[in-house]
């Protein structure tokens, strides 16, 4: 059994005098409340309105529809409900456009090797992006700022990414805005460097702590310790100062990485004469040749050190 169409005055909400622009303001209310875009379950009720609109929007169609019914009115007003539905899409796109999104801004923000370990919290200032340029020949303004403040949890390493939602650049026509992206650069330590938790550092060392052995300061990221080197130590050793390394979490009692030490053996340049004579005295009691001083060639137990280090 068919199913008994509504009276197309009735769908569209209008008296059946109402003049054609009254038609038509009700029609596209209707089209932008129902349309499957915006209202996925108003396809049936979108094709009911389309349907007496094509009618209604057509003098002779709607003339037969008045005298005759449903069975009396044709299709006449197809041209008139083509030109609606087209103007409704072109609205359903324009708002669609014009609700955008705001764009992602960023911001790198510099800390200390130590700063990056231990944590800290830095406050910085964002400018505020501007939507019109200046006319030619203007002076441009000094752009506004907001101040943020921006937590570096310990242990941040080099281009981590602290993201701050909804502090982006403002959103159009009632989108949410963007976000913003601070991205930490960890500056270069003249002693330090990182691998993981662990912190590295070269001591240098001279011949005769090498040698002898010596309890000597190293640095640290939390100052200065003692640490000993025993007797007979080669370059390149490395030695493991534990739990002096980047915190592996917050917390004050947090676990940390190691301080690994690299010491460097440092050969003498220019020799005193005294000094010479010691390091000659040496040679000759470990069997070594001692040059001549005119002697170019690298024997000896200096030039034997040098050799290996250099």
């Keep these: 059994m068919a199913r008994r169409r509504r009276d197309f005055y009735e769908v569209l909400g209008v008296a059946k005098d109402a003049d054609e622009a009254e038609i038509k303001r009700s029609y596209r209310e209707l089209a932008r409340t129902f349309h499957p875009d915006l209202n996925p379950g108003g396809a049936e009720k979108f094709k009911e309105i389309n349907e007496a609109y094509a009618v209604l929007s057509d003098a002779q169609a709607r003339a037969r529809y008045d005298r005759w019914g449903p069975d009396g009115e044709g299709s006449g007003g197809l041209g008139s409900v083509v030109d609606a539905v087209e103007e409704v899409l072109g609205d359903v796109l324009r708002r669609r456009k014009k609700k955008q999104r705001g764009r992602d801004l960023r911001y790198t923000l510099e800390v200390s090797f130590e700063e990056a370990a231990?944590?800290?919290?830095?406050?910085?200032?964002v400018p505020v992006p501007t939507a019109v340029d200046p006319p030619p020949g203007a002076t441009r303004p000094s752009p506004a700022t907001r101040e943020f403040s921006v937590v570096v949890p310990p242990g941040t390493r080099e281009g981590a990414i602290k993201m701050l939602r909804g502090e982006g650049e403002a959103g159009h026509g009632g989108a949410p805005p963007g976000d913003l992206h601070v991205m930490v650069r960890v500056k270069d330590h003249p002693m330090f460097r990182r691998e993981g938790h662990d912190v590295l550092c070269d001591v240098p060392l001279t011949m005769p702590q090498a040698a002898l052995g010596a309890v000597l300061e190293v640095p640290t990221i939390d100052g200065p310790v003692k640490m000993r080197i025993p007797e007979g130590t080669q370059t390149g050793r490395m030695f493991r100062i534990r739990g002096r390394g980047v915190?592996?979490?917050?917390?004050?009692?947090?676990?940390?990485?190691?301080?690994?030490?690299?010491?460097?053996?440092?050969?003498?340049?220019?020799?005193?004469?005294?000094q010479r004579e010691l390091f000659e005295e040496l040679a000759r009691a470990l069997g070594e040749v001692v040059p001549r001083r005119d002697d170019k060639r690298a024997g000896g137990i200096l030039g034997r050190v040098r050799s290996l280090l250099d």
Excluded at 118 to 125: P, V
Excluded at 247 to 274: C, F, H, I, M, Y
């Design 247 to 274: 915190p592996r979490s917050a917390g004050k009692n947090a676990p940390r990485g190691d301080q690994l030490v690299k010491v460097v053996v440092r050969t003498p340049g220019e020799l005193t004469p005294r």
């Design 118 to 125: 231990f944590g800290c919290t830095k406050t910085i200032n």
